[in-house]
């Protein structure tokens, strides 16, 4: 795979590189061009293993024995050691980014969708909120790669829960008093929380996976903050939450 970069002096403005529009990009390409380069590189293959190309397939490192789960039988690069550099398979795809009628600012056409579930407890005594539970529902097509997506998800939610509950970069006359991580409380991966991923896609909907980078924190501190009021009967309007607040709040239904 060789990554070409345009000319931005000749491109027209096609908004900006996010991370739905570069992945739906790669994934395209991947769908369209890997189907035709996979036959060329088994049909060159068969070539050099003597054998007819329906026997080999692709995997990890080269080509394998179709019906076993033998080791490589020709690494590619062994097969492109043994060819010109002109016989080398390519294959080239062209296409356009899906937009719509919209032409104003840097509008964004593909979307992730998600939702928060949490549960919290609010001591009576010192106003802290506790998290008994975390779940986030998240819709961003199908998964590429698992491990990056968890870690997107996860880090995510556990940075929502920093700046929603203990982070807090206080100032005064224009100055951070914070200054060190002693006084700046960052969360570990504490209590329960979960990851739930809806991989489909509404019928019709070809544009495949999205970018998931920021869908992870968006709906935490919402999520906690409707936790809070359902159970003190107060919405928190400011992060981190204050504990005087919270002790207010609980005050005044007395």
Not at 125 to 132: D, E, F, N
Not at 176 to 182: I, K, P, R, S, W
Request: glycine share 12%; hydrophobic share 45%; net charge negative.
């Amino acid at each position: 795979v060789v990554p070409m970069t345009g000319d931005t002096m000749l491109a027209p403005d096609s908004g900006s590189t996010t991370a739905s529009r570069g992945g739906y990009v790669v994934w395209r390409v991947a769908r369209e061009a890997g189907a035709a380069l996979g036959a060329d590189i088994l049909a060159a293959a068969a070539v050099v293993l003597d054998r007819p190309a329906d026997d080999l397939k692709i995997i990890p490192g080269g080509i394998g024995e179709r019906l076993s789960n033998s080791d490589v039988l020709l690494s590619f690069a062994d097969l492109a050691a043994s060819m010109l550099p002109e016989a080398l398979p390519v294959a080239e795809i062209a296409f356009e980014f899906p937009k719509n009628d919209y032409s104003a600012g840097n509008a964004r056409y593909i979307f992730a969708y998600g939702a928060c579930l949490a549960r919290v407890a609010v001591n009576r005594v010192t106003g802290m909120v506790r998290v008994l539970d975390l779940s986030q529902h998240t819709a961003a097509g199908p998964i590429i790669d698992v491990a990056a997506y968890l870690g997107q998800m996860e880090g995510g939610l556990v940075q929502g829960l920093g700046f929603t509950l203990t982070e807090d970069a206080c100032m005064r006359d224009g100055l951070y008093q914070t200054q060190n991580l002693d006084t700046y409380m960052l969360p570990g991966i504490r209590g329960t929380i979960r990851v739930l991923a809806l991989e489909d896609l509404d019928e019709g909907d070809t544009l495949g996976p999205r970018g998931a980078g920021e869908l992870g924190i968006g709906a935490i501190t919402p999520a906690l903050a409707n936790a809070v009021a359902d159970a003190i009967g107060w919405l928190p309007t400011t992060i981190p939450f204050s504990p005087e607040a919270m002790l207010d709040a609980m005050g005044a239904r007395l």
